[in-house]
């Protein structure tokens, strides 16, 4: 974990985020103290670009590294913790070996197994990456993989896993020059190979979009991203004949990127919330929508409360208590944010279970 300061970092970060590129900063001066890192607490502390997922064999979250940013400087993270739904408990654990720190990187789980898989991501001294990280939850144990090829260094794609396939899959993301990326890949956990797929057709260039996989009907959804505008379309990407289709649903959520989504196993249905969109309060959202992937629809759902709006968090599904969990992300009126909420689809509600949502 690094704190790093800036001269006039308030109008830097501003111009940063933006443009899409929460990150990348221009100045780098001393240590400082007082940092999130250096206060004790019973979770992570505020962050953004966080990956998230949930493993069923531990019926825990696993969370790993991330970023904070205030009008004072930035800092990276490669801390690791454990969210106990049932308990509503955040742990702390160490693994020997580790990722570096970093942010807007993207992981797995791999429920064949029974492993996470992390790929790429941002780091300030090395910049975009693209390596490719094994996490045993039963060891403890971080691995990096080295497989012949791979996709390009990258932030913010979008990635889900294929229970069907047996594949890790992943489209797009934001490279800094040549334009957006709109790349198809397949990762095979039992060789260790990336194979880049080549569809006929495929959505446009963007990052910060997001992918879930419906096993019921064995199709990926993929909603929004940035490109050259912030987007507002839905694709389904079907594996068994490598082909992508946009659908044209009667009524969809408003443009956005960075927003939250997952694929709620136990109703079949879809849950998007918040994200990056211009024009709104501290340019993020606050929504919840229901994606009913047997019919194609969305519907907005109007719960009592809900987490403020927010951008670039991380969400997962808990299976065995059938809520999301989301914690943290970013908003330009408020800053980075460490709470913690569950939504439940059954009751349409969101409930804070950790921290303050400020």
Partial sequence: MRRKIKILIFVLIVVIISSGTIGTLLFIAVIQNNSPSDIQNDSPSARYGSAMVYDPVLQKAIFFGGGYQDSSGYELFNDMWLY?????????INPAVKPSTRSSHSMVYDSINN?????GGWDDTIGLM??????DSQTNQWTEVFPATNPSNRQSNAMYYDS??????????????GGHLYDTWEYNYSDNSWTELNPSSNPSGRYGSRMVYDPINQKAILFGGRGTTIMDDTWIYYYENNTWTELSPASSPDTRYWHGMVYDSNNSQVIVFGGRHAGAPGEALEDTWIFDPSNNEWTE???SSQPSNRMDFSIVYDSINQKAILFGGYRF?????????????NSNSWSIVKGDDL
Wanted: charged share 20%; net charge negative; proline share 4%.
């Fill in 84 to 92: 106990d739904p049932t308990n509503n408990t955040w742990t702390e």
């Fill in 115 to 119: 492993k996470t898989i992390l790929f």
């Fill in 130 to 135: 693209s390596d490719t990280w094994i996490y």
């Fill in 164 to 177: 069907d396939a047996q594949r890790v899959m992943l489209f797009g993301g934001y490279r800094e020059v």
């Fill in 301 to 303: 759902v109007l719960p």
């Fill in 333 to 345: 009126s408020g800053g980075t944010l460490g709470d913690t909420w569950t939504y439940s689809y």
